[in-house]
């Protein structure tokens, strides 16, 4: 009965979360696709993790899938939103609290605060794919090359503000173009350094601009994975299959890699005596 009722509980609370931000900018904006989104992604994410809670292994790509679809096809190609960071600085240069800007208020900036790197591990379309290819846990120690992000970050936010100052023409059309010629860039970089690292999340750990969002909000998450230090036998199983190299059996905030956490459950799951 106490599993059943665990098994319940966290899925449960992030579907309210999720409810709690849709029923509050549907009423905000007063427009129902806030209700019908947000709801959409917060039953997609509680689903993974009740599949997750039935310790069923593919749990999380179900959600990635659902959910990174939705936004790329639906949200990015067919509606023409740019949910890149370019769009972001877009909109927030426009002065519109609209799509982007709230996509990156409630994911990436202030969302985090909650729920840390979720986005990463269930939801953003370029992991999506990334995570298909075959280099699932990092052989080497990583590099320090992790400047590159505030690079890309500075780069994303030039960009949009040339052309604002050049005056360019038909604005909305440009972001369409600069979603998909971007998300091409991504896919595309990320796979080639994925095979030359010999690490699926090489750009996640070194390239994405929006890395400079969720590394610091997600240092204060309010949802952490942590160590129970009677239980653990420090065997570093769970070290060993980590995808972004966390130091997970320390509890502290300041744990090695703690910001790049991306809730993907391995460790929990290949844990022999249950610690985490
Ligand atoms: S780090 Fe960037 S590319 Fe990687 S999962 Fe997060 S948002 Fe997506
Ligand atoms: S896998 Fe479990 S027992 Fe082993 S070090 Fe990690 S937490 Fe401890
Ligand atoms: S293996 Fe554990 S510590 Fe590493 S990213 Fe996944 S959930 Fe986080």
Not at 75 to 86: K, T, V, W
Not at 120 to 132: K, Q
Not at 148 to 157: E, K, V
Not at 160 to 174: C, I, P, S
């Amino acid at each position: 009965m106490e599993k059943n009722k665990k098994r319940w509980l966290i899925p449960a609370f992030i579907w309210t979360v999720f409810e709690a931000i849709a029923v509050t900018l549907w009423l905000a904006k007063d427009n129902l696709f806030y209700l019908l989104n947000f709801s959409y992604i917060g039953t997609a994410i509680a689903l993974g993790l009740w599949l997750f809670s039935l310790k069923y292994k593919y749990a999380r790509r179900v959600v990635q899938l659902l959910v990174g679809l939705y936004m790329l096809i639906y949200l990015g190609a067919i509606c023409n939103e740019n949910m890149q960071i370019e769009g972001f600085w877009y909109y927030l240069f426009t002065g519109v609290f609209e799509a982007a800007t709230i996509h990156y208020a409630v994911a990436k900036i202030f969302g985090p605060l909650v729920f840390g790197r979720g986005w990463c591990g269930y939801a953003c379309w370029t992991a999506m794919v990334l995570d298909f290819l075959p280099y699932k846990t990092p052989t080497n120690p990583r590099k320090k090359i992790g400047f590159i992000r505030y690079i890309t970050f500075g780069l994303s936010f030039l960009f949009v503000a040339a052309l604002f100052l050049a005056n360019v023409g038909n604005l909305e059309h440009m972001m369409f173009w600069s979603f998909l010629i971007g998300n091409i860039l991504y896919y595309a970089v990320g796979i080639i350094l994925a095979f030359a690292f010999q690490d699926n999340r090489t750009f996640c750990k070194y390239i994405c601009p929006i890395t400079v969002f969720l590394k610091p909000m997600s240092y204060f998450a309010l949802l952490r994975i942590r160590c129970d230090k009677e239980k653990c036998v420090s065997c570093g199983k769970c070290k060993s299959v980590c995808p972004m190299d966390v130091d997970i059996t320390d509890n502290s905030r300041k744990r090695k890699n703690g910001t790049e956490c991306i809730f993907c459950m391995d460790c929990v799951r290949s844990c022999p005596k249950n610690a985490l």
